[in-house]
């Protein structure tokens, strides 16, 4: 299994390798950090850019929130496998109109996301929603993964 | 000639009286040059147009972009993303028609468009 922290710039293929060392002490330090105590994992992705994403849950649902800007809503999916929610795409890059010169942070290309919810949901009612750069999927829980509350009663 | 970025450590002059308490996250910015101008985008999500905060004072581009909190229901069990505001200051070439400076916003995109002054845009100069 394999954790890849979130990065917030992206790297160029030379720093990659050296990063991975140096950032393998805090990846460390990350598995046995409480994020499993939810039973979610961010699982490791091969593409260099990642978005950041927040969950939620509550007794009913799991609301993936992810920061995707500058994007077109055609150009996100997101599918479900299983547990595994995926949120993936391609950002186009800008076309240059001056050659004079060009300074650039921004990332571009394909990304992808994964993540295994701990429990199942129901595909059919899963909606999601992208507005100001943010991506918003809400998750209902699948009927037999919800809570059930047993009344006992007392004689 | 160029708009350069400003360090973000940096204090902030105005603020000598008071720490500043307030931190910001630096946007992901393309700065591209062309013969007319300057277009900056930055990448500041959850940021929409009424969040926005765009001065020029003293020859200085800054860049304030305030998130919409939004609610999601139930509790967070997975945080990566930040939430703090948006933040990024830029020395601007002085060649900057300042006043026909643009911006818009879409989708956590902001688009700034920094015209240079008619006099200084290269010009061909036709032989009679």
Same mark, same amino acid.
């Given at each position: ?27 460390? @330090? ?27 849950? @509550? ?17 996100? @999916? ?53 507005? @100001? ?23 | ?23 910001? +996250? ?85 688009? +700034? ?16």
């Amino acid at each position: 299994m394999n954790i890849i922290r979130y990065q917030r710039y992206p790297q160029s293929d030379f720093l990659t390798a050296f990063d991975r060392l140096t950032n393998m002490h805090e990846e460390l @330090d990350r598995v046995f950090e409480s994020t499993f105590a939810s039973g979610f994992r961010a699982l490791g992705t091969l593409s260099r850019w990642t978005p950041a994403v927040d969950v939620y849950q @509550d007794k009913d649902q799991f609301t993936v929130v992810a920061e995707v800007p500058g994007m077109k809503k055609e150009e996100i @999916d997101i599918s479900l496998h299983g547990d595994t929610l995926t949120i993936s795409g391609e950002r186009k890059a800008q076309e240059k109109q001056g050659e004079q010169g060009f300074r650039s942070e921004r990332f571009f290309g394909k990304f992808q996301r994964s993540l295994t919810l701990p429990s199942a949901v129901n595909i059919e009612k899963v909606k999601a929603s992208y507005k @100001d750069g943010v991506l918003e999927v809400v998750l209902p829980k699948a009927e037999e993964a919800k809570p059930k509350q047993i009344e006992v009663s007392l004689s | 000639m160029d708009i350069i970025p400003k360090q973000q450590n940096e204090p902030d002059r105005r603020a000598n009286e008071r720490p500043r308490q307030v931190q910001y +996250l630096t946007p992901l910015v393309d700065v591209e040059s062309t013969e007319e101008g300057y277009v900056i985008r930055a990448e500041m999500p959850g940021v929409e147009k009424e969040g926005l905060e765009i001065m020029v004072d003293n020859g200085e581009l800054t860049i304030v972009g305030h998130r919409r909190h939004l609610k999601h229901p139930g509790e967070l069990a997975y945080r990566e993303i930040r939430q703090h505001d948006f933040r990024r200051v830029y020395e601007l070439d002085p060649t900057i028609d300042t006043s026909k400076i643009t911006a818009r916003i879409d989708q956590g995109l902001l688009t +700034l468009t920094l015209p240079k002054a008619e006099r200084v845009k290269p010009r061909k100069i036709s032989v009679e």
